[in-house]
């Protein structure tokens, strides 16, 4: 009689495939979001620095949803709900102006700062995903935060 080739048990993610797994979410999350913005300021001149915005989470969830991979993880890429400007409208099918825009847009990105930050507090957590983060993803929070504040103080100068 031959042994039964062992199976291994899946179990529940483990704990850094998890915490990957909530900021590619997150990532994902601002990536809808600046669609949205985008779109809602398309002729506005702050539309080149959402876009740019945009396209760093982009490469940042790819990043993510690579290392989850490479930890034999798959990152969810189902139609996730949710936006930064949920509960943000200002009537029906009006979407807000670009100073409330950029408040919102701040104060998600201080999300996904925290965050990583609280990510990278496990000591645990694997070196090669915590370089990613300190090298790259952690510095464009911190430039996208201000980005978004400059382009608020602009538009307060302007009215």
């Known amino acids: ?5 062992p199976v291994a048990d899946p179990g529940p993610l483990a704990p850094e495939v998890a915490e990957l797994a909530t900021l590619y979410q997150l990532e994902q999350t601002a990536v809808r979001t600046y669609d949205l913005a985008v779109e ?3 002729d506005h001149p702050l539309n080149g620095d959402l876009r740019t915005i945009r396209h760093d989470h982009d490469v940042a969830a790819g990043a993510l949803r ?3 991979r490479n930890r034999n993880g798959e990152p969810d890429d189902g139609p996730a709900g949710g936006n930064l400007f949920e509960g943000w409208t200002s009537g029906p099918g009006r979407l807000i102006d670009p100073a409330t825009a950029l408040t919102v847009l701040r104060r998600g990105e201080e ?3 925290a965050e990583y930050e609280r990510v990278l507090q496990a000591e645990e957590f694997p070196q090669e995903c915590r370089f990613a983060m300190k090298a790259e993803l952690l510095p464009h929070c911190h430039e996208h935060m201000d980005r978004l504040a400059e382009l608020a103080s602009a538009l307060d100068n302007k009215g």
């Not at 009689?1 to 080739?5: G, I």
Request: zero cysteines; aromatic letters at 8%.
């Open 66 to 68: 690579d290392h989850i």
């Open 1 to 5: 009689m031959t042994p039964a080739n």
């Open 40 to 42: 809602r300021f398309a």
């Open 111 to 113: 999300a996904i700062l």
